[in-house]
Nanobody, 115 residues
Framework: QVQLVESGGGLVQPGGSLRLSCAAS????????MAWYRQAPGKERDLVAT???????YYADAMKGRFTISRDNAKNTVYLQMNSLQPEDTAVYYC?????????WGQGTQVTVSS
């Protein structure tokens, strides 16, 4: 069983940065292809970025050049560095396997971009 706990969200002004963390319990973290997702109010949950077990990354088009996903297998943690944040990045951000498993969804962390 894996539990995922997201943290690092908050209120930031347009153009600002945040670094999200996702701490995983359980010994299978290294075998998971991890991803960040986000859900804005009234919208579906969308894929933001993915990182494979070996460190290869994928980004949704709107995040390319602004967001960076990384992982530390020794710490069972995946990160999302978000730069040049805009109001449209406002959402609850979640981490999960990719494709996601229902049982792995956590509470997420709220990111609000506003002046």
């Amino acid at each position: 069983q894996v539990q995922l706990v997201e943290s690092g969200g908050g209120l930031v002004q347009p153009g600002g940065s945040l670094r999200l963390s996702c701490a995983a319990s359980g010994s299978i973290f290294k075998s998971l292809r991890m991803a960040w997702y986000r859900q804005a109010p009234g919208k579906e949950r969308d894929l933001v970025a993915t990182i494979t077990q070996g460190g290869s990354t994928y980004y949704a088009d709107a995040m390319k050049g602004r967001f960076t996903i990384s992982r530390d297998n020794a710490k069972n943690t995946v990160y999302l560095q978000m730069n040049s944040l805009q109001p449209e990045d406002t959402a609850v951000y979640y981490c999960n396997d990719q494709p996601p498993l229902v049982r792995y969804w956590g509470q997420g962390t709220q990111v609000t971009v506003s002046s």
